[in-house]
Each structure stands twice: as structure tokens, then as C-alpha cells.
Nanobody, 124 residues
Framework: QVQLVESGGGLVQAGGSLRLSCAVS????????MGWFRQAPGKEREFVAA????????NYADSVKGRFTTSRDNTKNTVFLQMNSLKPEDTAVYYC?????????????????WGQGTQVTVSS
């Protein structure tokens, strides 16, 4: 009933930028905290960023602080991940996820719904 669809991934050179979007349908969007995760080949899925239901609180992984920014537009049922100063180490499949919670969870087990992922590849 709840669908999340990521878009905006692609190939970019190191130092470049990408903006990922996640469109949510099926439920009241502003009841969800939203998170971003990524998984590189051969590695575990890791937390990237999260934003609470009202868009007033954000959490970031140390590896992306100062480079990535997450935001949301509840009138459009969409969450964004602005990715600047990209590094080859950022190459991964990026997933957005939704959690029915008041807070800002960072663990994958806290999220109830997941998108299909979008590939981000950063070349050297």
C-alpha cells in the first residue's frame, strides 16, 4: 500500500553532485520519518541520512556530513538527498525508506517500507 520510488541516480565524476528524489504514495506522507541508506558491492547496507516527519530534525552518517543534505516537501510527498563533493567511495545503490515514528531513526530495522534503490556511480 505504501510505495517509495527513488530517482536521480547515475554516473558522475568525483567532485560532482547528484540530487536523489524519493516519491511516496499510498499513505499520509507527513506521518513518516524518512531515511536514506546505501549498499556497495560486497558491503553491508549502511545508514546515510534521515529526516523527521516535520523536516525539522536531521541525522547524517559521519562519512557524509558536510557533503550531503536531506530535505522533504510534504506538499509533494517527496524527500530529497542532495549529494555534493561526491567521492568514489560513495558509489552504491541508494535506498530511501519510511518509518512510522515521531523521531529520527538510523537503524534499518526501524524502517517499515523501502524503495527499490537507485544506482549512484562516482568515477575517479
Amino acid at each position: 500500500q505504501v510505495q517509495l520510488v527513488e530517482s536521480g541516480g547515475g554516473l558522475v565524476q568525483a567532485g560532482g553532485s547528484l540530487r536523489l528524489s524519493c516519491a511516496v504514495s499510498g499513505r499520509t506522507f507527513n506521518n513518516y520519518a524518512m531515511g536514506w541508506f546505501r549498499q556497495a558491492p560486497g558491503k553491508e547496507r549502511e545508514f546515510v541520512a534521515a529526516i523527521n516527519w516535520s523536516g525539522t530534525i536531521r541525522n547524517y552518517a559521519d562519512s557524509v556530513k558536510g557533503r550531503f543534505t536531506t530535505s522533504r516537501d510534504n506538499t509533494k510527498n517527496t524527500v530529497f538527498l542532495q549529494m555534493n563533493s561526491l567521492k568514489p567511495e560513495d558509489t552504491a545503490v541508494y535506498y530511501c525508506a519510511a518509518a512510522r515514528t515521531v523521531g529520527v531513526p538510523t537503524g534499518g530495522s526501524r524502517f517499515d517500507y523501502w524503495g527499490q534503490g537507485t544506482q549512484v556511480t562516482v568515477s575517479s
